[in-house]
């Protein structure tokens, strides 16, 4: 049973960081391709970062130079390095696994003005 388990979520101030974890379960995770989604309030599921089993990553644009995608195989994780956050990232994050059409249950982060 796949199961992808999110952490790290919080409030922070706009200009603070975070770090996301994701504790992935029930698949082989070191072949998989993961990402990052997150939803705003009010709003649809947007794609945030992805990286590859080889560890090429991609970012949207709002968020490129602030955030990083990073995994570690032997622990089965996956991580989201985010700085200088803003009020616009305030969403609740979600740990993906494309491969398998997984999603976790999703960790909240606001971000305060």
């Known amino acids: 049973q796949v199961q992808l388990v999110e952490s790290g979520g919080g409030l922070v101030q706009s200009g603070g960081s975070l770090r996301l974890s994701c504790a992935a379960s029930g698949f082989s995770f070191n072949v998989a391709a993961m990402s990052w989604v997150r939803q705003a309030p009010g709003k649809g599921v947007e794609w945030v970062s992805s990286?590859?089993?080889?560890?090429?990553?991609s970012y949207r644009n709002s968020v490129k130079g602030r955030f990083t995608i990073s995994r570690d195989n032997a622990k089965n994780a996956l991580y989201l390095q985010m700085n200088s956050l803003t009020p616009e990232d305030t969403a609740v994050y979600y740990c993906d696994s494309p491969n398998t059409g997984n999603r976790g249950q999703g960790t909240q982060v606001t971000v305060s003005a």
């Open positions: 990286i590859t089993s080889g560890g090429i990553t």
